[in-house]
Nanobody, 121 residues
């Protein structure tokens, strides 16, 4: 079994910062890409940022220059540093990871339970 546990969400004023963390635990042989998605009320889930095992990153245009994704492979943890937050960043943020549990298992897609980020004055 593999679990992804997010932390770091909360309420912040416009222009403020938050740092999200997501730790993967359980039966883990290898992790490829890790990333963050978000879903605002009434909207579809959308990609925020991803980071693969080779270090390549992808960002949504709406967060480029404000958000930074990073990972600590020794801790199986991915982070999302969010600066200059805007009210439109308000959403539930979900962690995602492609994980192989053993050397002979295929890659599988895992999701965290989500953490609420609210940007409001």
């Amino acid at each position: 079994q593999v679990q992804l546990v997010e932390s770091g969400g909360g309420l912040v004023q416009p222009g403020g910062s938050l740092r999200l963390s997501c730790a993967a635990s359980g039966s883990i042989f290898s992790i490829n890409a890790m990333g963050w998605y978000r879903q605002a009320p009434g909207k579809q889930r959308e990609l925020v940022a991803t980071l693969n095992s080779g270090g390549s990153t992808t960002y949504a245009n709406s967060v480029k220059g404000r958000f930074t994704i990073s990972r600590d492979n020794a801790k199986n943890t991915v982070y999302l540093q969010m600066n200059s937050l805007k009210p439109e960043d308000t959403a539930v943020y979900y962690c995602n990871a492609d994980i192989r549990s053993t050397w002979h298992d295929p890659w599988a897609d895992y999701w965290g339970q989500g953490t609420q980020v609210t940007v409001s004055s």
